[in-house]
């Protein structure tokens, strides 16, 4: 018989497929759920895989390759799609892929399945980052094939005995180590604030504590390596972030999105060390990045979220986008402080070893170390360019009322405009 290799979640639609798979495709199906940090039972997800009829379910621990192959890149880039989501499920796709890959190999799978629907980015996500890594595995998405909508697969649930949990036909979520996507139910009213029901990761600011929290955070080469003075690994980090930023009630994200495939959708989400290590990494690179490096970076940053919006993680531009990131992150090193409160964070300090804050440069008061007689000099020539506009074209315009004399020294002019020919 043939092997399907399923992306398995353990929510509706992918329970519901384990059995339809195996009618419609005379298939047997391989469920796979890798873990990428979400706060589930995982051992409890493979046991109703099997109940459901899977002939083999694997749970793959990613926990430490998401953090560090794939959000630390992220970070490095500041990665916001239209600047506010952090691209938690967009992150995770291309490594969930990888490891269907990789179990479609090792059990000579003639497919691979996954649960997404006909209008997401997730349905592009799984099958561009299939087509790159391996063209010749076949894709079967039967959610999208058959139709099946949600009433449907809650109907079939019942029908057939899989268990469904309430909170996954209230919502649509999806979850990993860099945040949770909340989607459906009274969430595609984009008039109406979420109901507090939508989250589980974050109080309500209203809710959270009366006291700020301080934070130290300490990064190398762009990425954190330590909190509070305690060294961590990079999913420790993210995983202590979410927790204290939750309970701050910090990390709440509400946004009307623009999807690949040309919808606008109402997303919410909670990405409290999403948010945290974002605004930690963007000022302390203000610190230690040159001038024409920081400004020039935002125009990349924006094209490489938007390709792994896109589901492109594993294209030549996207790898040479991250390599252009690693070499500017080299002095990328020192602590932040970040302070939490009631849903905010603010960064309220910073110090590095790279730090090209010179006080005795920028200071008011007193002996500085800058000299100010220079700045003439600079400013007549920064200026010259925009001078020599404004004599040629806004003077000397006929009918202007402002009619320019000729120079005084017009023979050093005339030099000018010939040299600009
Ligand atoms: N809109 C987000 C994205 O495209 C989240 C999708 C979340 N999926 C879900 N099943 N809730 O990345």
């Not at 190999?105 to 006909?118: F, K, N």
């Not at 999807?259 to 230690?288: C, F, M, N, T």
């Not at 409160?341 to 008011?364: C, D, M, P, Q």
């Amino acid at each position: 018989m043939k092997k399907t290799v399923l992306a398995y979640s353990g929510g509706l639609d992918t329970s519901v497929l384990v059995k339809i798979i195996k009618e419609k495709y005379d298939s047997e199906v391989i469920a796979v759920t890798v873990d990428v940090g979400q706060q589930e039972n995982l051992p409890k997800i493979r046991k109703k895989a099997i109940a459901i009829g899977a002939v083999k379910a694997l749970i793959i621990d990613a926990r430490h390759e998401f953090a560090d192959s794939y959000i630390a890149p992220a970070l490095k880039a500041n990665a916001l799609y239209e600047g506010v989501y952090p691209l938690a499920t967009a992150l995770a796709r291309p490594l969930i892929v990888k490891k269907l890959v990789d179990t479609a190999r090792e059990y000579s799978a003639a497919y691979i399945g996954h649960g997404c629907t006909g209008k997401g980015n997730d349905q592009v996500r799984f099958e561009a980052a299939i087509a790159c890594l391996d063209p010749m595995i076949s894709v079967i998405a039967p959610v999208r094939e058959f139709g099946l909508s949600r009433d449907y697969e809650i109907e079939y649930a019942h029908q057939n005995n899989i268990p469904v949990e309430e909170r996954l036909v209230t919502y649509s979520l999806d979850e990993n180590l860099w945040g949770r996507s909340i989607e459906c139910g009274v969430l595609e009213n984009e008039a109406c604030e979420p109901p507090n029901d939508a989250f589980a990761w974050t109080l309500s600011p209203f809710d959270a504590p009366n006291y700020a929290a301080y934070l130290e955070i300490e990064f190398e080469a762009g990425i954190p390596v330590s909190l509070n003075n305690k060294r961590m690994l990079f999913a420790e980090l993210i995983s202590e972030l979410n927790r204290i930023g939750g309970l701050h009630g910090v990390g709440r994200i509400d946004h009307i999105e623009s999807r690949l495939v040309g919808i606008k959708s109402r997303e919410v989400y909670e990405a409290p060390a999403a948010v945290i290590l974002i605004k930690a990494h963007q000022d302390l690179e203000k610190l230690v990045l040159t001038k024409d490096l920081l400004h020039f970076k935002p125009y990349l940053e924006t094209t490489y979220a938007d390709m792994i919006y896109n589901g492109l993680w594993f294209s030549p531009l996207r790898n040479a986008l991250s390599a252009f990131f690693d070499e500017g992150q080299k002095n990328v090193n020192g602590k932040v402080i970040a302070k939490l409160f009631k849903g905010n964070v603010n960064i309220v300090g910073r110090a590095s070893a790279n730090s090209l804050y010179i006080k005795n440069l920028a200071t008011y008061q007193g002996h500085d170390d800058f000299d100010v007689s220079s700045s003439k000099g600079f400013i007549d020539i920064w200026s010259l360019p925009f001078k020599v506009n404004a004599m040629i074209n806004n003077g000397a315009k006929p009918g202007n009322g402002n009619q320019v004399h000729a120079p005084e020294n017009a023979l050093e002019n005339e030099e000018l405009l010939d040299a600009a020919k």
